[in-house]
């Protein structure tokens, strides 16, 4: 049976990591897999994420399964902090899942299951696991124009002229901060008319989120998530817990369904539960917890934010250096873009040829669409970076 297998195509941001760990170089510089590291390169356990896990492991007593939808105080204190009080609690269903890949995943599924002839819509470019799961699942994905390479910035006429050719029922997949792997994010008004949009042609909104607090502010990044969900009939949320809590091993997220009303919600929470079931009973509860200990502890939960708010203007802090060291070293503002993004992550608009030569000359790595994740630098590697940058023909 094995030997009718073939090779997969390897994934593009994971490949990077095994090539970064064999280069021997100790100037290397990891710009690759979306992790957020410190100025000494350390991925660090939050600290009010510490504390919780010191207090649990005291209060843990069993490891008894929990319930198909993982437990309703992690879904409440998520949906406080995605929804605060867009969308009325009788409207919403949801399932812990295993990270926000396990929500876009579940919520593939649901699409397919409600609607199987629904297409899904999605930026070009996006997260490629976006795009690789719906394959997978025979789920047809559309593109539509996003990235304005000229500017770094949205192609937004492009975008609505392309999101105009869907039909009742398609769904349309959007990044609700921090767009990876771009970095070029919507204004408010932007989401406001895409919102007006969808509405007219009886499209689907599926946001997924997975940056919250790393971009303008906890509550700003979910503005546009919580506008939609209280505009559109139906949203689908798929939200991330790994990175704005440093918890990217725990596999912890959450999917939700806005419904149009309560008796949609009580349907459309058993499909959810049922979708677990069939996928892998229980979602895991560990991270979960963390996260429901933080946000329910008012002094965790002001010592988590501070935490977040730092690393989110450190992040803010390198852009700002990159831009102004290519500004000067280009002797022109061709990169400004990057210090107009938000997030982890800018694509900078180089060829694939040049981000080979500078893996290959300068052992820099960032992903083949010229993706960095800005926290892979710190205030020394920065002008190494803009350096390269320059001298490999960028
Ligand atoms: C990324 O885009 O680098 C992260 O979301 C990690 C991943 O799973 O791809």
Not at 50 to 69: C, F, P, V
Not at 150 to 164: H, I, K, N, R, Y
Not at 218 to 229: P, S, Y
Not at 242 to 248: A, H, P, Q, T
Request: hydrophobic fraction near 40%.
């Amino acid at each position: 049976m094995f030997n009718t297998l073939t090779q997969q195509p390897a994934d593009k941001i994971l490949a990077l990591l095994a090539l970064y760990r064999d280069d021997p170089r100790d100037t290397k510089i990891d710009l690759g897999v979306g992790v957020y590291k410190n100025a000494e390169g350390v991925t660090p356990i939050m600290r009010a994420v510490k504390e919780a896990e010191r207090r649990w492991w005291d209060a843990e007593e069993t490891k008894a399964y929990i319930g198909l939808a993982g437990d309703p105080q992690f879904s409440d204190v998520m949906i406080n902090l995605v929804l605060a009080d867009a969308v009325k609690r009788n409207q919403v269903a949801a399932v812990a899942t295993p990270g926000g890949t396990g929500a876009v995943r579940q919520a593939f599924e649901l699409i397919k299951m409600a609607n199987p002839s629904a297409r899904v819509f999605v930026s070009n470019p996006t997260w490629p696991n976006h795009l690789s799961i719906l394959k997978h699942l025979n789920v047809e994905a559309v593109t539509y124009r996003y990235f304005d390479e000229a500017t770094g910035g949205v192609d937004f006429d492009g975008m609505v002229e392309d999101l105009s050719g869907a039909q009742a029922g398609d769904v349309v997949l959007l990044h609700g901060c921090c767009h990876n792997p771009t970095g070029a994010n919507l204004t408010l008004p932007q989401w406001q008319a895409v919102v007006d949009l969808m509405n007219s042609k009886g499209l689907i909104p599926m946001v997924d989120i997975a940056y919250q607090g790393f971009g303008d502010g906890v509550d700003e990044d979910a503005a546009a998530t919580r506008l939609v969900a209280s505009s559109c009939p139906e949203t689908l949320i798929a939200a991330s817990c790994s990175k704005n809590f440093g918890i990217y091993r725990e596999r912890t997220g959450l999917l939700v369904a806005v419904s149009q009303d309560a008796s949609a919600q009580a349907t459309t929470q058993g499909n959810l539960a049922y979708l677990n079931r069939q996928n892998y009973s229980f979602p895991p509860d560990h991270g979960s917890r963390l996260v429901t200990l933080v946000l329910s502890d008012d002094a965790l939960r002001a010592d988590w934010l501070e935490e977040l708010e730092a690393t989110r203007l450190g992040m803010l802090s390198l852009r700002q250096q990159l831009a102004n060291e290519l500004r000067t070293l280009s002797n022109s503002d061709r990169f400004g873009f990057v210090a107009q993004h938000r997030g982890m992550f800018s694509r900078l608009g180089l060829s694939p040829e040049i981000v080979e030569r500078l893996r290959a000359d300068y052992a820099i790595y960032m992903v083949g669409d010229s993706r960095i994740n800005v926290a892979g630098l710190n205030a020394q590697t920065v002008p190494v970076l803009a350096r390269a940058i320059i001298e490999a023909g960028g």
